[in-house]
């Protein structure tokens, strides 16, 4: 069973999430309980539905690592589809004109956020 936190409650602190690194939480989004992940990529932090748009998949699944061998995308870890870190959009030409369901996150004085007004922090 699952218990709602506040709307901006702390996801975690800012080292917890270190460069080309992903940290996964459970929101409810809409309502529903959801996977969600953040990933740092050139020192910023994004957050995503933690839903892969070619299966219904965590993008972490199969092993922790999100990111591609040259750290330049995000890489589901089941089948390979890529995502653009800063947008979620897919680079995959299987998957083209998908995105990542993105989810706004901040950063401040050490510490992540959320602060998507579609979602919660689900503990
Ligand atoms: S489920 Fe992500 S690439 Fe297939």
Redesign the pocket.
Do not use: E, Y
């Given at each position: 069973m699952s218990t709602v936190a506040r709307p901006q409650a702390p996801i975690c602190p800012s080292q917890d999430l270190a460069e080309l690194g992903s940290h996964s939480f459970q929101v409810l989004y809409r309502g529903v309980q959801r996977e969600a992940i953040l990933v740092r990529f050139r020192g910023v932090a994004y957050g995503y539905l933690n839903q892969?748009?070619?299966?219904?998949?965590r993008?972490d699944?199969e092993e922790p690592g999100v990111f591609d061998e040259a750290g330049g995308a995000i890489r589901?870890?089941?089948?390979?589809?890529t995502y653009k870190p800063e947008t979620g959009e897919c680079l995959?030409e299987i998957?083209a004109g998908k995105s990542l369901t993105p989810l706004r996150v901040e950063e401040r004085e050490g510490v992540l956020y959320l602060t998507d007004k579609r979602a919660r922090l689900a503990v």
């Open positions: 892969c748009v070619h299966m219904p998949r993008l699944g589901c870890t089941m089948h390979g589809i995959s998957c």
